[in-house]
C-alpha cells in the first residue's frame, strides 16, 4: 500500500477509534483457558502463485501459521485447518450453491493438488482438515461441535482472506460462544487495505487481534 | 418381527392415531414443487453384512432406492448421498465429537471402502456425497444451503437408520422449511420394531410417509 | 397403557437392547462437569388440560422439574425454559414455516397465556426463557452459542413431548457437542407408548436416561 | 468524513476492484423471483440520538426503508425486522453470551422501548420481528427456515450497522443460499469510512450494492 493511502487510513480508524471507545465498543475479549488453532484456507490456491486466489505475504504468514503450529502440538492443543472446495462446479446440482454468481468458485476443485492444504504445513493425521462450501468455517460444517466436544473456549484464527474468510470466521465464532483472536501477522489477503480495515471492524466488534509474540507467549504459557 | 409383537404395535399406534387425529396432529403436509432425493447412509458399512452398522432389508430397499434414481436423474432432480464417516478415530481431537462414547463411530473411518455409498446406487460425477459426522443430513453440513440455493422446498428421504440419521434428517427437513417425505420402502433399520414406531411418530409430526408408487408417481409427473 | 401392550413393548426392547449390546451400540455417555437443566415446554398449553397440545403425567413431572430447579438453583447451574410460540399464525408470512401442515402450530399464540411457562416452576429473571417455532430447542435459537458461552458441556433435558421436542433436542445436542441426560421422571407426551420407545431410541444412540434420583445426586455432588 | 479521507478510499477502492475483476470476483449475482426485505436494527436505540448504538443518517435511512415498506406490502413480499436483545444482561447465565465482552451489549435491554422498532417504520401484525442474540440476522434465529419455507430466494437488507450486523446478514444470506441485495442509501453506521469499505467488500465477494432507484423498479415489476 502506498504511503499516503496508509497514511488517510490511520486517519480514519484514529478518528474511528475514538468513536468506539467513548461508546464502549473495542473492549478486550481476552484469552480463554482452552485454545484451538484455525488455519483457515492456507491451501496451495490461495498461497501459491497464478491462482484466482492467489493472496500476498505467505512470506510471513507461512511461518507465523508454523510458528504456532509449533507451540500448539507441543501443548496438544487442537489444529484445525479449513480448504474451500467444491464437488461439482458445473451445471444445476452444484455445491457452490449461489457463491460462484460472485466469486471465481469454479476455480476451486475438490479433490485436486489446488486445494490441497500447502505442504510447509504438514497436517499431521490427527488435525483436522475441514472442508467447507462458504466464507465461514463454521457455517455447514462441523467446526462448532468438534470444538465444544473438546471444550475448546477460544479460536486461534490464522490466514486468508481477511475480507471474506477470515472476517467471516471470526463473526461467527464469537456468536458459538468462542472468544475470536486473529493473528496479525498470519493473516493476509490479495488487495492492498482490505486486511487494515477488516482488522479494525473485528478490533472493534468481533474479537481481539493480538501479535504473534502475544500469542505465542499465551500458548506457552498454558 | 413375530406377529404377536406386530399386532401389539398395531394397536398403540390405532389408539394413538384417534388421539393425533382428534388433537390435530398428523396433516398430511404434501409434495412441494421441486424436491431433491436424499439417501441417507447407504453406504457399504451399513447395506453390507458383518459391520456393526449393518442393517436389513437391502433387497428391498436397494431397489427402492435404485427406482427414485432412475426418474430422479430422467427428470433433472437433484440426488444427493450420505456417509457418516471420521478422519480421526481415536485421540482427544477426534471429529466423533461425543458420538463415540453412544455408538461404535470408530468403525466409521474415513476414506475406507466401509463409508463408500454402495455401488448399487451408482452415484455421478453431479450428484452430490455428503460426508456427516452427526445423524441428521443437516447437522454440520452444507446440505440446507445447497436445497435452497436450487430452489428445492421437498426432501424425499431413503435409506437408514430409522431410530437414527433418518429421524433426524426429518426433523431438521421441516424444521429447515423444507417438505419431508419418507418412502415406505426405501427405509430400515437393524432393530425390529424400530421403523414401525419411528414412522409413526414422523407421520405424526414432522412428515409424510408415503408409498413408493406413490411417490415414484410424483416424481414422474413433474 | 395397557398391561399386554406394556409387555410386548418390553419383549422388544429387551430383543434390540441384545442386538444394540452386541454391536457396540447403548453406550454410556455419562455426566460432564458443568450442566445445565434444559425444561422443554412446560408451558401452559403443554402441562393444563384442555389444550390440543396437552401431555399427561404432570402430577409427576412438576415435582421432578421443581426438585431440579432447587438444586440448580443452589448450585448455581444455569436454567433454560422453551416454550414454542408463533407470532403469526395466518396468511403467507407465518412463523410457523411448513409446520402447522402437520401439527396445530396455530393453537400456539406469542404472548398468550398459553405459551407461557407454567407458574408452578416459576422462572427467575436471570434464568433463560427461549421462545422457539420447531421442535428441537436448538435450532433456529441462540441456546448453542449460549451454553457454550457458559462453558455447559452436559445438558440434562426434562418435559415434553417426547416423541417430539424432547427427542429432537437430545438429538441435537449430542451433535452440538453437549452430553444428553433425559431424566425419566421428568419427560412425557399424550399419547401412551411414546414415552417408553423414544427414550429407548435416545438411550441406545444419543444420550443417557437417567433416574431423577442419579441425576439430583450428581447435581448436588458439584 | 472529510473529503481528502474519501478520496484516499476511492483511491484504494479503484485499485482493488481491478485486481479483482481481473481474477473474476465482483461479478453481480442479480435480484431472483422471490424476495423479502429484511431491516436490520432500525429499533430506536440505533435509529434515535443519545445511546451508544446511535448511528448516523437515518434522514436518509427510514425514508428509505419506509419506501421499499409501502411497495413491499403492495406487492405482498415478507417483511421482517431485526432487534437485537438481551433478557439477562448481569451474571453468568446472560444471553449476551460473550458479545459483552467486546461491545457495549448490555445497553440492550430485551421488553424495553430502546430496542422497539423504530415508530416510523410502523410494522404492522403479519410482518416478523426477531429478536436477535449476535450480529447476524440468521445467526440463532429461525429466519433462514421462515424464508425457506416461503420460497423466498432473495433478501432485500437495510439498516445498521454496516460494520457489524448488515455486513454478517449478507455473509450469512449467501452461505444459506439467499441472494443478498444490500441498499446502498438506505444502510449506515456510526463510524466514518466503515460504510463504504463494508460494502466495496460486500459487492466484491458476497451480494450485489443497489441504488434504492434499482431496488424499488425491480420490486414494482414483480
Known sequence: MKPDIKA???????????????????????????????????????TKPGYPMTCDGMDVIIPAAQQLNEVAREKKIPICYTTTAFAVTEGP?????????????????????DVAID????????????????????????????????????????????AGCVRHTAEDAIAEGFRPIVVREAVGDRAPGVVEWNLFDIQAKFGDVESLETTLAYLRGL
Open 93 to 113: 446440482n452444484s455445491d457452490m450453491g449461489l457463491w460462484h454468481l460472485k466469486i471465481p468458485a469454479e476455480a476451486l476443485k475438490l479433490g485436486t493438488e
Open 119 to 162: 505442504e510447509r504445513l504438514a497436517p499431521r493425521p490427527d488435525e483436522q482438515i475441514i472442508v467447507k462450501k462458504r466464507a465461514s468455517a463454521f457455517h455447514g460444517t462441523y467446526l462448532a461441535g468438534y470444538l465444544r466436544a473438546h471444550d475448546v473456549d477460544t479460536v486461534i484464527l490464522t490466514g486468508v482472506t481477511m
Open 8 to 46: 488517510a487510513l490511520e486517519v480514519i480508524f484514529a478518528a474511528d477509534s475514538e468513536i468506539y471507545k467513548n461508546r464502549g465498543f473495542m473492549r478486550r475479549i481476552g484469552f480463554g483457558k482452552r485454545p484451538a488453532i484455525i488455519h483457515i484456507d492456507l491451501a496451495n490456491a490461495w
